[in-house]
């Protein structure tokens, strides 16, 4: 069986194998330094698990977008980044009103709810207004050319933003309700923490059960199958690809709102990192499957909070908080290494990859 094994390995496998085993062998290793030091406490490890979870849920939710697209039309749509940044800023603007009026205040739950309708309009308004004049006339072209259109909508969608608001960093009001924390099993949770990762999971879980359970939600897998077949079936594949687009808008600008109550700003570039993220998160879970993204998206948010102190302080690095990115990326690579299809992908025949 080895000797099979061995002789169907090329030098490309052979090489990608030893990065893999050095990468595994070295977070082995940073991990039993640290965690043998004592330097970190319970309680520190426990506030990094924590602000993972809630930072991978805003990463899932973005992700979402990502792998909703890919599913039904094969593309990487770029701009979800600036799809993602356009809802919370433009929402930023009604929300500080509200907050100078005293209504924010006075009505926080409401005044949230407005603001998250707001952020979710909007960007679903911009989603769909870029598939129906970026995507849609390209859909029969090859598929390099929607790419370098996405790429291309991207860079228009964030400066257009830039001129309309401005280039500075805006600060989203601080709500007094939203201040503080509190102790769950002995872990202490800051509220923000708390609204984040309860309202993601709500988000997460609605969309799941209208993806497996709806009729608009079946014709969306159907269409993800064989978008020939589902057409000759009766499915109406523009009004599904328009549905898709406007769900994984309003997802990214839920997630920009619970971004701005965690980070409490928005500027013109702040869709840039957490959408190469959340990509990243698709791509760990496996583009393409809804449940893949929601996993990737979380298990990256706590990878790149608990890794850098875990694996890196222990090898010796100093500042390892500041390789957090890399830390980030490099876990991607050591993923698709042993699992290339992602954590939950399958592998896809050769017509639909």
Do not use: C
């Not at 090489?15 to 050095?22: E, N, P, R, S, W």
């Not at 207004?129 to 259109?149: F, G, M, N, Q």
């Not at 993601?200 to 014709?219: D, P, R």
């Not at 690809?241 to 709102?257: N, Y």
Request: proline share 3%; no cysteine; aromatic share 12%.
């Amino acid at each position: 069986m080895l000797n099979k094994l061995f002789g169907r390995m090329t030098l490309a496998d052979a090489a990608m194998y030893t990065v893999g085993l050095a990468l595994t062998g070295a977070i082995v290793a940073g991990s039993v330094a640290t965690l043998s030091s004592g330097k970190y406490t319970l309680a520190q490890w426990q506030d990094l698990l924590i602000f993972g979870l809630a930072q991978g849920s805003i990463y899932a939710l973005i992700a979402l977008g990502y792998t909703l697209v890919y599913g039904v039309l094969r593309m990487i749509n770029f701009a979800h980044s600036e799809v993602f940044m356009s809802g919370p800023y433009t929402a930023y603007f009604f929300a500080r009103y509200l907050f100078n009026i005293g209504f924010l205040e006075a009505q926080p739950v409401a005044g949230l709810l407005i603001v998250s309708a707001i952020s979710m309009f909007t960007s679903m308004a911009i989603a769909l207004t870029v598939e129906r004049i970026a995507y849609r006339p390209l859909r029969k072209a090859p598929r390099l050319v929607p790419l370098i259109t996405a790429i291309g909508a991207s860079f228009f969608l964030q400066y257009t933003f830039r001129g309309l608001y401005g280039s500075g960093i805006d600060r989203y009001p601080e709500l007094a309700i939203l201040k503080g924390s509190f102790t769950v099993l002995g872990v202490r949770v800051l509220t923000t923490q708390a609204l984040v990762i309860v309202a993601a999971a709500l988000a997460m879980g609605l969309l799941y059960a209208f993806v497996m359970l709806s009729k608009t939600g079946k014709a969306m897998r159907a269409v993800s199958e064989d978008k020939e077949t589902a057409q000759l079936m009766g499915i109406d594949v523009d009004r599904i690809i328009t549905t898709t687009f406007a769900l994984g808008g309003a997802l990214a600008g839920a997630a920009g709102v619970l971004y701005a109550i965690i980070f409490g700003q928005v500027q013109f570039y702040m869709g840039f990192v957490p959408g190469i993220k959340a990509f990243t998160s698709a791509v760990l879970g496996g583009i393409g499957n809804v449940p893949g993204a929601m996993v990737g998206g979380l298990f990256l948010g706590v990878f790149e909070s608990v890794g850098p102190s875990l694996f890196l302080d222990g090898l010796g690095i100093p500042a390892p908080n500041q390789l957090k990115d890399a830390i980030a990326f490099t876990m991607l690579v050591f993923v698709l290494i042993f699992r290339p299809s992602g954590i939950l992908g399958e592998r896809l025949a050769t017509k639909k990859a």
